[in-house]
């Protein structure tokens, strides 16, 4: 099976701050990476599909990269309501595996 | 509006079973695939279960392989999970989810808002 690994696995930014989190699959998985934004108590919200395809409604500050085994999310400017915890997870081949998290703080 | 409403969820003692079922509206489920998706207490994300939009492929994680079932109703537009022989660690909050394409293609653009499931005595 395909297991992801995400860094950090927490991390405290400021408003405006860019903030980059990566992820790592144990094989190459071309671009089926996604990310996942999620608040307390709320279900996951899909940002990035295909590694850096950007979700209908979701905000240009938020982008992807990368292919193969490496992948980043990138927020270019922090905004307030951006704190939360955050997922990659790829769709290359069932089971579909999600990272281990990156909780996004406020400095 | 696209919306997927669980239910199902509960108390259930170690070794029960539980069925969940996951109510859709605002689209037509056949078009999609759909899987479920847990996460225990204070813990990530956790894929579990994914069927095709006509119900005939289905996949399952390793942990729940042998004891959950997942299925569709597409007249009724409901996803279901019949989960048996429950443990301790099947404890969740479970999501239904709505993958982008007909296959099982592992891309969840839209998500349930849960429904919990605790196994206790």
């Known amino acids: 099976d395909i297991q992801m690994t995400q860094s950090p696995s927490s991390l405290s930014a400021s408003v405006g701050d860019r903030v980059t989190i990566t992820c790592r699959a144990n094989q190459s998985i071309s671009s089926h990476s996604n990310w996942f934004q999620q608040k307390p108590g709320k279900a996951p919200k899909l940002l990035i599909y295909?590694?850096?395809s950007l979700q209908s409604g979701v905000p240009s500050r938020f982008s992807g990269s990368g292919s193969g085994t490496d992948f980043t999310l990138t927020i270019s400017s922090l905004q307030p309501e951006d704190f939360a915890t955050y997922y990659c997870q790829h769709s290359y081949i069932a089971p579909y595996s999600f990272g281990q998290g990156t909780n996004l703080e406020i400095k | 509006e696209v919306q997927l409403l669980e239910s199902g969820g509960g108390l259930v003692q170690p070794g029960g079973s539980l069925r969940l079922s996951c109510a859709a509206s605002?689209?037509?489920?056949?078009?999609?695939?759909m899987s479920w998706v847990r996460q225990a207490p204070g813990k990530g994300l956790e894929w579990v279960s994914g069927i095709s939009g006509s119900g005939g492929t289905t996949y399952y994680a390793d942990s729940v392989k042998g004891r959950f079932t997942i299925s569709r109703d597409n007249s009724k537009n409901t996803l279901y999970l019949q989960m048996n022989s429950l443990r301790a660690d099947d404890t969740a909050v479970y999501y239904c989810?709505?993958?982008?394409?007909?296959?099982?293609?592992?891309?969840?653009?839209?998500w349930g808002q849960g429904t919990t499931v605790t196994v206790s005595s």
């Open positions: 295909a590694a850096s």
């Open positions: 989810a709505q993958d982008r394409f007909r296959g099982v293609q592992g891309v969840f653009d839209v």
């Open positions: 605002g689209f037509t489920l056949s078009s999609y695939a």
